[in-house]
C-alpha cells in the first residue's frame, strides 16, 4: 500500500488539523485587520463609550440624577451633550470627570448621548434633552437650579473655561491658583494619555525641568 503496511491515513484527524489551521488563519487575518482599524481621541472614529475608554469613569454613565431631581434639590446641573464618535467630544470627557472630583456634591453632571435624542420632539425645561440645539458636540449647558440656562457653548471647553462659571454659579471665589490635573488611575485605552489630564500633567513636569 502507498501508506505502508497496516497504515491508513486517518482523515478524521487530518481533517480537524485542517479546520483548526484555518480558523487560526482568518483569527491572525481579522486581528491585523481591527489593528489597522483602531480608533483613537484624535480622530472621529467610534471605538466605544468616551467615559470608559479615555476618562476610567463609568460613574458618570448613565446619569445617576435626572435634571427634574436636580431641580427639586435645588441643585445646578451641567449637561454635555455627546456622541461617542467625535474626537472633540473624547477630548472632553476628562473634564468632565475632573469637575465630578471637584463638585461632586454641588453639581449634577450629565453626559447625555445625542444619538437617543429625538429633536423632532418636544421636550419639557425639566427634561435635559430640551437644552439640546440639535446642531454640534460637544455642547456644554449649565443649568441653575431653577431651570436657567447660565451657559450654552457648542465645541471642545477646557476645564478652566467650565470652572468659572459653576465656581460662578456655585458662589465660590474665583480660583486663585492653577488646578493640577492628573492623568486617571487607570487608562484601559492607549490613546488615553493623549488627552487633556496627560497634556497638563506632560506641560507641568516641563515646566519644573526648565
Known amino acids: 500500500m ?10 478524521r484527524r487530518i481533517g480537524q488539523r485542517c479546520i483548526c489551521l484555518l480558523i487560526l488563519v482568518l483569527c491572525l487575518l481579522g486581528l491585523g485587520t481591527s489593528q489597522g482599524a483602531i480608533a483613537g481621541i484624535n480622530d472621529d472614529e467610534y471605538d466605544g463609550n468616551i467615559f470608559i475608554l479615555y476618562a476610567s469613569n463609568a460613574a458618570l454613565i448613565p446619569p445617576k440624577v435626572n435634571l427634574a431631581a436636580a431641580m427639586r434639590k435645588e441643585m445646578p446641573t451641567l449637561i454635555m451633550f455627546y456622541a461617542d464618535d467625535s474626537q472633540e ?3 472632553n470627557a ?9 463638585y461632586k ?15 423632532g420632539r418636544s421636550y419639557d425645561p425639566t427634561d435635559a434633552r430640551y437644552y439640546y440645539n440639535g446642531q454640534f458636540v ?3 449647558v449649565l443649568v441653575d437650579a431653577v431651570g436657567q440656562a447660565v451657559l450654552d457653548q457648542n465645541g471642545k471647553m477646557s476645564f478652566e473655561a467650565l470652572d468659572g462659571p459653576v465656581r460662578d454659579l456655585l458662589g465660590l471665589e474665583p480660583r486663585t491658583e492653577p488646578l493640577v490635573l492628573d492623568r486617571p488611575l487607570f487608562s484601559p485605552s492607549p490613546s488615553a494619555d493623549q488627552t487633556f489630564f ?3 500633567l506632560r506641560g507641568l513636569q516641563d515646566a519644573e525641568q526648565e
Open 138 to 140: 460637544p455642547q456644554f
Open 105 to 119: 456634591r454641588q453639581l449634577n453632571l450629565m453626559p447625555l448621548m445625542v444619538d437617543a435624542i429625538d429633536t
Open 89 to 91: 467630544c473624547k477630548q
Open 94 to 102: 476628562l473634564v468632565l470627570t475632573q469637575l465630578q472630583a471637584e
Open 198 to 200: 496627560g497634556e497638563a
Open 2 to 11: 502507498f501508506f505502508g503496511i497496516g497504515i491508513r491515513p486517518n482523515w
